[in-house]
């Protein structure tokens, strides 16, 4: 129970000492991920337009 009592305080002050830091690398790491997704999001957005589209045009 003390280990764990103990590695909660740790992680709580390196969290508090290194949060900036650690919040800036992760945001570094994955801005090209992110950018990736909202590209393909956009994409599939564009394409389920186009198939309504011409669905409307089928049905009419």
């Keep these: 129970m003390g280990r764990f ?33 909202a590209d393909t999001l956009h994409s599939a957005a564009e394409t389920l337009q186009g198939a309504r589209e011409t669905i409307d045009r089928r049905i009419s």
Aim: no cysteine; charged share 25%.
């Design 5 to 37: 009592l103990l590695g909660i305080i740790v992680g709580a002050a390196a969290v508090w000492f290194y949060g900036r830091d650690l919040i800036e690398y992760v945001d570094d790491k994955t801005r090209i991920a992110r950018s990736k997704a």
